[in-house]
């Protein structure tokens, strides 16, 4: 029975073989790679369409149904996708700013093949140069767009360690609802120079690669150019959280909680980041956790603790790839801080109060020496009014002996 088993399994092997070797065959020839490999570049920044023709061996077997293998180097992801389609034309996005590598193969299947696909031994390549164009060090850097509270989009870069004095930057945007490529609405400018660029009533569709271009001009020649492909979605901060509240409840519990901020984002897909500090006889201590909840409950405060929160939030991965996190909000204390009015000090007076007081004093002065001056003035007039009267009454008394 053993040597019967073992007879079986080898006549099986056997027959599989010669049923590859004759799918193999069938044909007169081995299968061979597509033809005409090219890369097109329709001027959307990095969208590129790829297109083969299909092997010249091929092209009259109209009963073998042809199936094509397209693998190309994802620069973004440094990999390699594979794609496996009927059609001979594929469009994928590459960074122009590397080289573009893309090969095909061909796969048959069918009467042909007794039904066994059979990919083809080589394939045909292609590998397109990155155009070295532009001053070296010149392209952009720190390219960030984001996406602000899900209403408007501003992207912002920093000038290039060898950018020419006078330079002018222009950036350029494209994605599949769009026509052709469209320049920036508003530029952001900063110190004179071209720094970011404002998308204020602008749409950008989800879930949608969006291509962006930063290159320019100087009086030295162009500038490098710099291509970045984002989609919209994973480049939200949620505005910051306004309305915290502290509360403190049974058994010495202390309660925490916060109302998510007003706009588009979704509230199920925040994460909240929560920053507690405690203030004790013994010294501070800091601690950071992050909750889908809007509530955070301490079990138990002591009387001679302060504890102080503030919060910050973002989209968790559930939704999105990556997400910013937001700015944190104000900051809330139990116990909360006593105001105490400080007694002013001389030394803190401002200086235009002492110039007010002197003045004041001026004019005051100025004023008391007027009226000194002007009841003088009275007392002069009057003495010499009464002088005269003397003198000529005198006179009258001597006429009239």
Known sequence: MASYSWLSHHAALMLLLINWREGMHCIGLSVDPPGDLAVLDPGHLGYLEITWSPPASLIN???????????????????WTVIRTVRRTYTAQ????????????????????????????????????SPSTGLVGTAVKDFVCVFHNMEYVTCNWGGGPKMPANSQQTLYFWHKE?????????????????????????????????????????????????????????????????????QTGPNAQLEVHWERPA???????????????????????????????????????HDKQRNCFRVRSRLHKYCVQRSFWSNWS????????????????????????????????????????????????????????????????SALSVAET
């Open 61 to 79: 077997r109209a009963e073998c149904p042809k199936l094509y293998q397209l693998e190309y180097f994802n620069t973004y992801e440094n990999s």
């Open 94 to 129: 590459f960074d122009l700013m590397k080289d573009v590598r893309v090969r095909v193969y061909t796969l048959l299947s069918g009467p042909c093949t007794n039904g066994t696909l059979v990919k083809s031994t080589s394939y045909i390549e292609l590998v397109q140069k």
């Open 178 to 246: 769009l026509g052709q490529t469209q320049e920036c609405p508003k530029y952001t400018i900063s110190n004179g120079v071209r720094s970011g660029c404002n998308f204020t009533g602008t749409f950008f569709p989800d879930f949608t690669d969006i291509n962006f271009c930063v290159n320019g001009s100087s009086p030295e020649g162009p500038l490098k150019p710099t291509y970045i492909s984002l989609q919209i979605q994973n480049q939200v901060m949620p505005a910051t959280t306004q309305k915290l509240h502290l």
């Open 263 to 301: 706009g588009r984002v979704p509230g199920n897909c925040l994460e909240w980041e929560v920053k507690h500090n405690q203030e004790r006889p013994d010294g501070k201590t800091s601690t950071q956790q992050i909750t889908k909840k809007t509530i955070l409950t301490l079990p138990s405060v």
């Open 330 to 393: 104000h900051e809330i204390c139990h116990p909360e801080e006593k105001q105490t009015s400080a007694e002013p000090r001389w030394d803190m007076v401002p200086l235009y109060v002492y110039t007010a007081v002197a003045i004041i004093a001026i004019l005051v002065l100025s004023l008391c020496v007027w009226a000194a001056l002007k009841v003088r003035s009275r007392q002069v007039k009057k003495l010499d009014s009464h002088t005269t009267f003397f003198a000529k009454s």
